[in-house]
């Protein structure tokens, strides 16, 4: 990260910095489960040009680095809109085809499957079925007595007919 800021900042003419709680920001992202380098260095280098680019008066702040995640994210999740992403691996719609049968696949409202396909790709991501559920119910869960996150994703995959062990198995 230090190395392609220091090229970025050569390559524009000025020196470019990330502000103390920008970098802790953007590596606590870049260190997570949540961001899959998909583009390997290619992602890594385009968004550290971006983010010394946009740098108002040399500096890179905390909104910049979340403006730049959100895209991240963006990125990640539709490069695979052809059924592969970049490196050739399998995109969430085709998850969803070998997960489920095709009437069941051809039942599914559009927000139904892409919040499955959201679903599964944290599902992957994570270690085990407790992990994904504190991921995915990350604010709903402060508000409830009980908190038992794995019954809730439980029941989620079930309502599609799916079991954990299928789904982080089929990413094998």
């Not at 020196?15 to 290619?42: I, Q």
């Not at 990640?76 to 489920?100: F, I, K, N, V, Y």
């Not at 908190?147 to 029941?155: E, P, Q, T």
Request: charged share 30%.
């Amino acid at each position: 990260m230090d190395h392609m800021l220091a090229r970025s900042s050569a390559e524009i003419g000025r020196s470019v910095r990330f502000n103390a709680e920008a970098r802790a920001a953007y590596l606590r992202f870049a260190k997570s489960g949540e961001a899959p380098w998909s583009g390997n260095f290619r992602d890594l280098a385009a968004s550290i040009t971006r983010l010394a680019t946009l740098a108002e008066g040399g500096r890179i702040s905390v909104d910049q680095v979340e403006a730049e995640i959100e895209r991240l994210r963006w990125l990640w999740q539709h490069a695979g809109d052809d059924h592969t992403d970049p490196l050739g691996e399998a995109s969430p719609a085709a998850d969803l085809e070998r997960l489920l049968a095709p009437e069941a696949l051809a039942a599914l409202d559009c927000f139904d499957r892409l919040q499955l396909q959201s679903v599964i790709r944290i599902c992957r991501q994570s270690r085990t079925l407790s992990d994904a559920g504190r991921r995915l119910f990350d604010k709903s869960r402060e508000q409830r007595a009980v908190v038992n996150d794995a019954d809730r994703l439980r029941k989620y995959l079930g309502k599609f007919g799916l079991h954990w062990d299928a789904v982080v198995g089929e990413a094998a």
